[in-house]
């Protein structure tokens, strides 16, 4: 599986921003699709994931209520929809691919996302 990350870019605060997960090699309806974040100098850290069919979403607790996850099973293509950015929402976002039952997990190069304040 190939994952292309894409739509990063410099925001003020407040702004939103589009984020978008390419996928190839596999459909998206094979694996939890997530995205994940990290800050300069800060651990890699969980942001949002979405089930296989789309159905079950779960966010991390410091972006509820502004980001959302939407998956695109015809085009392959999962997306994080970014609203009311905040300056400590800057970091490198990587798209994941995980499936459990097979142990596989997969990274996609990141995007930057720079939010000023």
């Known amino acids: 599986v190939q994952l292309q990350a894409s739509g990063g870019g410099l925001v003020q605060a407040g702004g939103s921003l589009r984020l978008s997960c390419a996928t190839s090699?596999?459909?998206?309806?094979?694996?939890?699709m997530g995205w994940f974040r990290q800050a300069p100098g800060k651990e890699r850290e969980f942001v949002a994931a979405?089930?296989?069919?789309?159905?079950?979403?779960n966010f991390a607790d410091s972006v509820k209520g502004r980001f959302t996850i939407s998956i695109d099973n015809a085009k392959n293509t999962v997306y994080l929809q970014m609203n009311s950015l905040k300056p400590e929402d800057t970091a490198v976002y990587y798209c994941?691919?995980?499936?459990?039952?097979?142990?596989?997990?997969?990274w996609g190069k990141g995007t930057l996302v720079t939010v000023s304040s």
């Open positions: 994941n691919a995980y499936n459990g039952d097979y142990g596989l997990d997969y």
């Open positions: 090699g596999r459909t998206v309806s094979s694996y939890v």
């Open positions: 979405i089930s296989r069919s789309g159905g079950n979403t």
